[in-house]
């Protein structure tokens, strides 16, 4: 049904930026109504919330460890969900995810635990350098 496809990642040295898309197929018109956020998990370690992003975009939250370097943002028009990520650090270095929950036309949600999500991609892999 809905596929969701992350690209943009890559090889950075500390300091650097990146910016990570998340094109949605299948959604049709449903795109809008979506909790739209992105995730990461390195080897060894637990998934982790990094932000997510509102139904339309008017609100977003995220994880403690990327407040004030990584921005989310959507584009409805285009199905698409954004990650910009600034001043990189290694600690970064993970597989991002990109995913998204479904809503009943007229709820606005943002969760951030992984479970609440319905719809998942392959993941990209970003790898930041010291």
């Known amino acids: 049904q809905v596929q969701l496809v992350e690209s943009g990642g890559g090889l950075v040295q500390a300091g650097g930026s990146l910016r990570l898309s998340c094109a949605a197929s299948?959604?049709?018109?449903?795109?809008?109504?979506?909790?739209m956020g992105w995730f990461r998990q390195a080897p060894g370690k637990e998934r982790e919330f990094v932000a997510v992003?509102?139904?339309?975009?008017?609100?977003?939250f995220y994880g403690g460890s990327v407040k004030g370097r990584f921005t989310i943002s959507r584009d409805n028009a285009k199905n698409t969900l954004y990650l910009q990520m600034d001043n990189l650090q290694p600690d970064d270095t993970s597989v991002y995810y990109c995913?998204?929950?479904?809503?009943?036309?007229?709820?606005?949600?943002?969760?951030?635990?992984?479970?609440?999500?319905?719809?998942w991609g392959q993941g990209t892999q970003v790898t930041v350098s010291s």
């Open positions: 992003i509102t139904n339309i975009g008017e609100r977003t």
């Open positions: 299948g959604s049709g018109r449903t795109f809008s109504t979506y909790s």
């Open positions: 995913a998204a929950r479904r809503n009943l036309a007229g709820v606005v949600y943002a969760p951030r635990t992984w479970n609440e999500y319905d719809y």
